[in-house]
């Protein structure tokens, strides 16, 4: 999988919102971005994943650049429950491997103040 | 729907006994499934992944061992546990699908382990 580049980490303000951005320049054409998030003392979850077009779910929004080399993960109003480690990972869909198997990076600590 | 459970939760082992971590995924079928450490102030490393009741495949050189016995039943072992096992151990799963980059890893609550 290709590799993404995260700050190390990001502050916000309550009720603001939160831009995380991710650069991957290395990124094939049939690699989907995901994100995941992990809370203090949990499992990671799942946020979103897109391949191409901008993409909106109950929890977050994904923009992805045109030429598909960055993204950004968009809380619309942060809470206090924001706050988290939140990975930006590329997953190959190309390939005859079913493995599906994530290789997570250092991601972005998230501080949320209130 | 699909749920996943792992434990204990907590544990803590002296250095030289063995352990053994149980996962389990109820509501689908032929999963894949993983195992990841985190330690302490560290990334997550996967450890293990397998596709299929007795395939398994190591990620990287270590102390543990991994079993599949069943087909929704994944098991982490060690025989003899060193200080450096200590940390978070989590079970993960997503559907089996070739060439899907869309598959979505659900993660369970973890395993704390302390080794003294």
């Known amino acids: 999988d290709a590799k993404t580049t995260q700050p190390n980490s990001m502050e916000s303000n309550e009720e603001e919102p939160v831009h995380l951005p991710c650069n991957h320049s290395?990124?094939?054409?049939?690699?989907?971005i995901h994100w995941y998030r992990q809370l203090p003392s949990q499992g990671p979850e799942y946020v979103i994943h897109?391949?191409?077009s901008n993409v909106n779910n109950r929890m977050a929004s994904l923009a992805i650049a045109e030429d598909r080399k960055s993204s950004t993960l968009i809380l619309h109003r942060a809470t206090l429950r924001d706050a988290a480690v939140y990975y930006c990972?590329?997953?190959?869909?190309?390939?005859?491997?079913?493995?599906?198997?994530?290789?997570f990076g250092q991601g972005t600590t998230l501080q949320v103040k209130p | 729907s699909q749920t996943i459970h792992q434990w204990p939760a907590t544990l803590v082992q002296p250095v030289g006994s063995p352990l053994s971590l149980e996962c389990t995924v109820e509501?689908?079928?032929?999963?894949?499934l993983y195992w990841y450490r985190q330690a302490a102030g560290r990334g997550l490393q996967l450890l293990f992944y397998?596709?299929?009741?007795?395939?398994i495949s190591s990620e990287v050189p270590q102390n543990l061992s991994a079993s599949r016995p069943q087909d929704r039943q994944f098991i982490l072992s060690s025989k003899k546990l060193l200080l450096s096992d200590s940390g978070f151990y989590l079970c993960?799963?997503?559907?089996?699908?070739?060439?899907?980059?869309?598959?979505?890893?659900?993660f369970g609550a973890g395993s704390r382990l302390t080794v003294l």
């Open positions: 990972i590329l997953r190959d869909s190309h390939g005859s491997s079913n493995t599906g198997k994530l290789i």
């Open positions: 509501g689908t079928s032929n999963p894949n």
């Open positions: 290395t990124i094939s054409g049939t690699d989907y």
């Open positions: 993960a799963w997503s559907v089996s699908k070739i060439r899907s980059g869309a598959n979505v890893l659900t």
């Open positions: 397998s596709v299929g009741i007795g395939q």
């Open positions: 897109g391949l191409t």
